[in-house]
């Protein structure tokens, strides 16, 4: 990637698109505000975060700031819908993550491990040909077939979860028309899981969300909108962190000169691997919050009820904490990258969003000898406004074994 002379953020409306050269002009961008504007003001008013000590120290803070910007920023209008973990405080966030960590275990998870395998390796043997769009044709089916067999989706609708999933991630709901898609997509979704948690509630499953009706802790159950909005969470949430870690593992291979080679060689390198591209390429490029009080960052005097984004893709390349951080060095000390967040906010389903990517990646090595981004065309990447980090279309050529 090469970048452009990036400025300063008084010089700019808003960072750098990720689109422009696939993320080498934001990363100068960021590198530049770390050292000379820590915190920024942009134009609309938000405050954006941009080291890794200030974002470490904000995400660990709940008190002082609030991941519940719906209601902070509505003045109590509106408020988050339940089970939506991301946008509770505690103490309601404490006890509903009791609640569905109960069920979503890391025993769960680890016995997931043949189920994505026979997906996946059914997904591989579905391509022919030595060409395909990795994205479309593999990373995001995977995670939502995992996650509607999870949930216990009959496969006849998960083409209905794949679309929904799509339509979450991808509108733009500052349109008109996206904000159309979006409303019908979430009311169509909700319609679907409610249909299915009163069944469940009316006769037991062993699936997930069989488990989660019947979850209980300290005599405290969940509600149906708490398992609604847990199940919309994991479907969201599950597939984009999966299907952009695999889109940015297979990136990173066609970038890092002989890689590929040592890691079919050594498949043990594969999980050090994974952490470097989390921490290089993070799924989600920032997280919000909401100061409770008047506060100050790095210097800065923040307002209360202003809306904060902590930049992960920043806070994962301070040289401040990773010495030559835009250098990509498998087996590093990545104890502290963010990728997954900080506090009691970090995210549940990390574990399987690894597990997912390594199994794939590992069958990919057993199928083919060798693997190039087909670069024919531009790659297409997510705008910054979808706060991904991570490619719309990944096309690839392929060697079989």
């Not at 997906?119 to 579905?126: H, N, P, Q």
Request: proline residues 7%; charged residues 25%.
């Amino acid at each position: 990637m090469t970048a452009v002379p990036a400025p300063a953020g008084s010089e700019v409306d808003a960072p750098p698109e990720v689109g422009l050269d696939g993320g080498a002009t934001l990363l100068s961008w960021l590198r530049r505000m770390r050292d000379e504007q820590p915190v920024w003001r942009d134009p609309a008013g938000r405050y954006h975060v941009f080291r890794h000590e200030d974002v470490q120290r904000i995400t660990a803070d709940p008190a002082t700031f609030s991941s519940d910007t719906v209601t902070r920023l509505s003045g109590g209008e509106q408020q988050p819908p339940g089970g939506t973990l991301l946008l509770l405080d505690p103490p309601r966030h404490g006890k509903l993550r009791r609640l569905v960590s109960k069920v979503f275990t890391a025993r769960m998870i680890t016995e997931l491990e043949p189920r994505i395998t026979e997906v996946a390796t059914e997904l591989l043997d579905g391509l022919d040909g030595d060409r395909f769009d990795l994205v479309e044709a593999f990373a995001n089916p995977l995670p939502v077939i995992v996650i509607s067999s999870m949930l216990g989706v009959p496969p006849s609708d998960r083409p209905l979860f794949q679309v929904w999933a799509d339509n979450l991630l991808t509108v733009n709901w500052e349109t008109p028309e996206g904000a159309e898609i979006l409303g019908r997509t979430v009311k169509e979704l909700e319609t679907y899981l409610r249909a299915h948690v009163a069944e469940r509630r009316a006769r037991e499953h062993d699936d997930l969300m069989g488990l989660l009706v019947r979850a209980e802790v300290d005599g405290e159950s969940l509600n149906d909108d708490d398992v609604i909005s847990f199940a919309a969470l994991l479907l969201l949430a599950g597939h984009v962190t999966t299907a952009v870690l695999l889109g940015n593992m297979l990136l990173t291979l066609d970038q890092e000169p002989g890689l590929l080679r040592e890691l079919r060689a050594d498949r043990a390198g594969i999980t050090p691997f994974t952490e470097e591209v989390l921490r290089c390429r993070p799924p989600f490029l920032k997280v919000e919050r909401v100061p409770t009080a008047p506060v100050e960052i790095a210097g800065v005097k923040v307002p209360e009820n202003a809306m904060v984004f902590l930049w992960l893709l920043s806070a994962n390349r301070d040289e401040r904490v990773f010495a030559d951080p835009d250098r990509f060095l498998p087996g590093r000390s990545n104890a502290k990258q963010l990728a997954f967040g900080h506090g009691i906010h970090y995210c549940l389903g990390a574990p399987l969003a690894r597990m997912e990517g390594q199994i794939a990646l590992n069958l990919m090595l057993d199928r083919y000898t060798d693997i190039r981004v087909d670069r024919e065309g531009p790659l297409s990447y997510f705008d910054n406004r979808v706060n991904v980090f991570g490619l719309r279309q990944l096309p690839l050529t392929v060697r079989r074994a």
